[in-house]
């Protein structure tokens, strides 16, 4: 059947159920060999009684999106088990996939003029398309595309490769195309794909080694947590095994693992809410694993014990519920919200950056204290003419203390009382925007401190997803300094262990209309009021420090805010 979107714009409406074979494959693009996919579980599912709520039209969702009622799209997602044919994903996946895109400046074209850059043409090409470096040739999964449908992904991967290089390594990507490409066309793929790694606000696919190897670190460390019996199970039946190597294939338990039905549901939500639905779905999957172990020959230790990892995928493959049931018990799950997988996955990331430096050895130290890596000349120059704050070696000492990757680009002065006055909403006018930022404070007694803050001002106005506003923001990149009378840095604390640090030691950053605070828990390290003229400084536990100034509360002579340059 010709795939038309004026077509499958006119039946997303209908949501008619599968009445005959005919109808069987409506959804689907052209590039999907349809005669492969299974129907049957649609078939065997219980007949409606025609008490149940009628699902829910496109109309219906992309008002609500435009709306911005984004729980109540996340509610809709969740309960509406739309057929696996149904055309509503034609229009309902790249909608979803639309509120993420930061490039709102693409004009129609854009993607033909890409594919044109790449390959000097916009013909689909018979030979092999090699595949881009962050791309994993073992699980490039085309699902159910055509011959034509797998050129096609190959394509789009390459032109999204182009376009960021800054993706590294991203194994998902691959099959997440291959299964946008099954309800819609090669330009639409490649507008979700760039709105998915581009977002800010929520994390879709991993795009660096680092990302790759701190998601499944956090899958791990939640499912300790959530399901406790499952890996004290397979801990004692596999003593020998280590868990690392099990979660390190997590996230192919879902994209090779599951029939095609549940995962189509999956991304229905996934598209919308991001990864924190893989994360629930992956500790449904061990939870249900742990029991079959139990009652099931199939999987009895014996079976299993030599390779967990592979028994996970198969059992996948035969998963004993249906999709409606999978995801009724992934969105069951308490304890897991938003803010308590961020933690876990900021700690995580710290800790394994933190390793990574102690383990680069001196090499990488002296690298990053080099002369390659400082302010240029001119830069020096400029912050000398503005500062009122740093002298060339005090910044020299600054500089020594920054991540290395920051080191790369030059500083610019955002913000100054001497030349933008003390008011904190010209404050946020100006630096809200950048991230990273370095805040510099003199105080009228000319000691000298500030912060290093990770993540941008304007998060003190993201709202979880019971929409409060959340009060701390930050990652464990943010650290203290003082730089007189005392010089001294003052790191995360999470940066020096695996302990349970508790949630006083990760209050990083929080700023409201009457204030801007850096630091928390038993205190806090740096508080400045509405007219940053007076602030105040205490030990806290997020940094362990002692007050930056020994009076604890000063007179603001001077705050300076730098960003950097093309970070």
């Not at 490039?140 to 394509?155: I, Q």
């Not at 590294?168 to 997440?176: F, G, H, K």
């Not at 950056?353 to 390659?372: C, E, M, V």
């Not at 910044?395 to 003390?422: A, D, K």
């Amino acid at each position: 059947m010709p795939y038309h979107r004026a077509d499958t714009s006119a039946q997303a409406d209908k949501l008619s159920g599968i009445v005959e074979e005919s109808d069987l494959y409506e959804g689907f693009a052209p590039h999907v060999e349809t005669s492969e996919i299974k129907t049957l579980d649609f078939y065997n599912l219980p007949k409606q009684t025609g008490k149940e709520p009628a699902l829910r039209s496109f109309t219906e969702i992309q008002q609500l999106l435009q709306q911005n009622k984004k729980r109540d799209v996340k509610n809709i997602l969740r309960e509406n088990s739309w057929p696996i044919n149904s055309p509503i994903r034609s229009q309902l996946w790249p909608a979803l996939c639309a509120q993420h895109l930061t490039k709102q400046n693409m004009l129609d074209g854009f993607y033909w003029e890409m594919v044109h850059q790449v390959f000097g043409t916009t013909e689909l090409s018979e030979k092999p398309i090699m595949l881009p470096a962050f791309v994993d040739a073992t699980h490039c999964l085309p699902y159910h595309l055509t011959s034509t449908g797998r050129a096609v992904a190959d394509r789009i991967v390459n032109v999204l490769g182009y376009d960021c290089p800054d993706i590294t390594y991203s194994p998902v990507l691959y099959p997440i195309t291959s299964l946008l490409l099954h309800f819609m066309s090669e330009e639409e793929a490649y507008l979700c794909l760039a709105g998915l790694v581009g977002s800010k606000e929520k994390t879709f696919i991993n795009q660096t080694k680092l990302q790759h190897e701190v998601t499944w670190k956090t899958v791990m460390q939640i499912a300790k947590k959530h399901t406790k019996s499952a890996i004290a199970y397979f801990q004692r039946i596999c003593p020998g095994q280590k868990l690392e190597r099990v979660f390190m294939d997590w996230c192919w338990w879902i994209l090779a693992g599951l029939p095609f039905q549940h995962l189509v549901r999956i991304m229905d939500c996934y598209f919308h809410e991001g990864i924190k639905v893989l994360y629930r779905v992956a500790l449904v999957i061990l939870n249900l694993f742990h029991k079959e172990c139990q009652s099931n020959n199939e999987w009895s230790p014996d079976n299993i014990k030599n390779d967990i990892g592979n028994a996970l995928i198969k059992f996948c493959k035969k998963i004993p519920v249906s999709p409606a049931k999978l995801l009724h018990a992934a969105f069951s799950i308490r304890g897991l919200s938003t803010q308590y997988i961020s933690r876990i996955f900021i700690k995580t990331e710290m800790l394994l950056k933190s390793r990574s430096a102690l383990n680069s050895g001196s090499k990488q130290l002296i690298k990053s204290r080099s002369s390659d890596n400082l302010p240029t000349s001119q830069s020096q120059v400029n912050i000398q003419m503005m500062s009122h704050t740093l002298t060339i070696r005090e910044l020299f000492t600054l500089w020594s203390w920054l991540p290395v990757r920051i080191t790369m680009y030059q500083p610019v002065l955002l913000y100054t009382t001497e030349e933008h006055g003390c008011s904190l909403t010209t404050f946020y006018v100006r630096v809200e925007q950048h991230e990273p930022t370095l805040l510099m404070i003199k105080t009228c007694n000319n000691e000298v401190f500030g912060a290093y803050c990770s993540s941008r001002w304007l998060e003190r106005n993201v709202k979880d997803d019971k929409g409060q506003r959340q009060a701390y923001f930050g990652t464990g990149e943010t650290f203290l300094f003082s730089l007189y009378p005392e010089r001294a840095k003052y790191p995360w604390v999470g940066i020096e262990g695996d302990r349970d640090l508790g949630h006083s030691s990760e209050l990083f950053m929080a700023a409201d209309s009457k204030m801007i605070t850096i630091g928390g828990g038993e205190g806090q390290a740096i508080w400045m009021d509405e007219n940053i003229r007076f602030g105040k400084t205490d030990a806290c536990k997020t940094f362990n420090n002692p007050p930056l100034c020994p009076s604890g509360d000063f007179e603001i002579r001077v705050l300076e805010v730098y960003g950097f340059v093309g970070v």
